[in-house]
């Protein structure tokens, strides 16, 4: 008589975030979802319209939150200048220039490198220009070169290396990004805080603390550091969700940032420099860094549906327009 060997019981196991959305889309099966349908004529055309856009429009859509939010924290603080008008499309190009150059780099062969030809040639020339125009308009912008352009050669190196969505690169374009508030705020302010907003009558310019006891840099300052707290926080979060999700190590690391930066936003508003509002914000963000990455290691580990990209993605909207009412509404 013929017996049935058992077959050996499989362990639920945490499978890591695939690298691109063709292998994300061969992952989900292993966590606990049907596979999908075949593609369909409709979606066949969404793909060849996703493949005329390409190198044209980011599709890191975290990206829109950093490049909007801090140059509308910089005119609210320090005013609207005229300069504004083309520094901020010049840093846009930039932005767009240095997305395509990753895709470029990361591209192996001239047949896929041929679509980014075009958007790097026009992203990179209308940077170039409008940079000439904003020197020529505003000389003393260029001071600001001591930041920006030590975080532009790390986040490049990065993308040569091929590690452009590293926690390193993703920190410091963000960083880069969070700058665009008091490069604004200088503008808006004609440029008389000195170097950096360290100069002698950088305590006399537009923007002061709930309490007063704060005024003109040393608020904007104090303003930029939460904002690009945030956004800095928010990489191993996102990335606690999505390719490092159950990683113990990147929820601890990310839990302990959150955690510090709640602590300081306590601190500030017990001493009076920002409302409660904004340190309720913090709490906020600080619980959702816990709990919804406990919530995707536990579906991993129970073989359940997941916590989707873009429902990831739309909290954070939420979360980067709380973040932005607390700070300009102090």
């Not at 017996?3 to 292998?23: C, F, H, I, K, S």
């Not at 302990?256 to 709640?262: L, M």
């Not at 306590?266 to 619980?287: D, E, K």
Request: aromatic share 8%; hydrophobic share 50%.
């Amino acid at each position: 008589m013929r017996m049935n060997r058992p077959q050996p019981t499989t362990l639920p196991r945490l499978v890591p975030e695939p690298e691109d959305g063709a292998e994300q889309a061969d992952a989900v099966p292993a966590a606990g979802r049907p596979p999908r349908a075949p593609a369909s004529a409709s979606s066949g055309k969404k793909n060849r319209r996703r493949r005329g856009r390409r190198g044209w429009v980011p599709n890191y859509h975290g990206a829109w939150g950093m490049l909007l939010l801090p140059p509308v924290v910089g005119v609210v603080v320090g005013g609207w200048s005229r300069v504004d008008a083309v520094v901020l499309p010049a840093w846009w190009c930039a932005y767009f220039s240095y997305w395509v150059l990753t895709q470029w780099l990361r591209t192996r062969t001239p047949r896929k490198r041929a679509p980014l030809r075009a958007p790097l040639t026009v992203y990179s020339a209308a940077t170039a220009v409008l940079a000439v125009i904003s020197l020529v308009l505003a000389p003393y912008l260029v001071r600001w070169g001591l930041l920006l352009v030590p975080l532009a050669a790390v986040a490049v190196h990065q993308s040569w290396r091929g590690k452009e969505r590293s926690l390193l690169s993703g920190t410091v374009t963000t960083l880069a990004a969070s700058l665009m508030a008091p490069i604004v705020y200088d503008l808006g302010t004609g440029g008389r805080g000195g170097l950096l907003g360290l100069g002698p009558q950088a305590s006399a310019l537009d923007g002061e603390s709930l309490n007063g006891s704060l005024t003109g840099w040393p608020w904007m300052w104090l303003l930029t550091g939460f904002l690009a707290a945030y956004f800095v926080g928010a990489v191993p979060y996102v990335k606690t969700m999505v390719r490092r999700r159950g990683d113990p190590r990147m929820i601890a690391g990310s839990v302990g940032f959150h955690a510090a930066v709640t602590a300081a936003a306590l601190a500030c508003s017990a001493t009076g420099f920002m409302s409660w509002g904004h340190a309720l914000v913090w709490v906020l963000l600080l619980t959702r860094a816990v709990a919804l990455p406990l919530i995707q290691r536990r579906r991993m580990a129970g073989r359940q549906p997941l916590l989707q990209v873009k429902v990831v993605g739309r909290l954070e909207i939420v979360a980067s327009l709380l973040v932005l009412l607390s700070l300009v509404l102090d």
